[in-house]
Each structure stands twice: as structure tokens, then as C-alpha cells.
């Protein structure tokens, strides 16, 4: 069985910072694209940040020089560093691994989801 489980999340104030953390567990074969998505309440859920299994990145305008995305391949990890967060940063943010596994086709999974709220 496959799973992404994130951590990391938590209460922060305005201006503070916090890292997100995501593990892949199971039967891997390999893992491409990596990502950070969120999702506040009322709005769609959108792209925070992506890392190709090369290391090239992709980030949100409303992130950028703010956020930090790396994966570590050897751990099938990946995380977020968040700086300088604004309340507008307040969402469920989930991790997204699109990986081949033991006895499947290449397909999307999600993580269940932390919560970030950032608030005085």
C-alpha cells in the first residue's frame, strides 16, 4: 500500500515561518513530479510549488521569494520551507506525487491534507 503523509503544519504569526514535510511509503518503482498544493476555504485548490524529479522548480506568483521546495530522491521526501508568511496563507495544504508503483501505471496521489493558519 502507497501513501503520502505530510506534517509540519501548525499555528503560526504573521511574518513567522514553518516547514512542511512529505514522506512516500510503500511499493515505489519511481516518483516524477512532486508538489505542494493548497486549499483555503471557498476557493479552488491551486499550485503552491512543484519540483521535477531533476529539481527544477515551479512557484505561485503570490510565493515566490517566500517559499522554498526541495525532495530529497534517496528518501522519497519533499517539503516546503514557508518565510514571511501573510494571513492569505492560511489553507490546507496537501503534498502530490506522481509515481509508478510494484503493480500499477504511473498515476496522481495525495497526501490527507495539514493545516496551516497564520494569524495573531
Known amino acids: 500500500q502507497v501513501q503520502l503523509v505530510e506534517s509540519g503544519g501548525g499555528l503560526v504569526q504573521p511574518g513567522g515561518s514553518l516547514r512542511l514535510s512529505c514522506a512516500a511509503s510503500?511499493?515505489?518503482?519511481?516518483?516524477?513530479?512532486m508538489a505542494w498544493y493548497r486549499q483555503a476555504p471557498e476557493k479552488q485548490r491551486e499550485l503552491v510549488a512543484g519540483?521535477?524529479?531533476?529539481?527544477?522548480?515551479n512557484y505561485a506568483e503570490s510565493v515566490k521569494g517566500r517559499f522554498t521546495i526541495s525532495r530529497d530522491n534517496a528518501k522519497n521526501t519533499v517539503s516546503l520551507q514557508m518565510n514571511s508568511l501573510k494571513p492569505e496563507d492560511t489553507a490546507v495544504y496537501y503534498c502530490?506525487?506522481?509515481?509508478?508503483?510494484?503493480?500499477?501505471?504511473?498515476?496522481?496521489?495525495w497526501g490527507q491534507g495539514t493545516q496551516v493558519t497564520v494569524s495573531s
Open positions: 502530490y506525487a506522481d509515481m509508478s508503483v510494484l503493480w500499477s501505471s504511473r498515476r496522481a496521489y
Open positions: 510503500g511499493s515505489i518503482r519511481s516518483i516524477n513530479f
Open positions: 519540483i521535477s524529479s531533476g529539481g527544477t522548480t
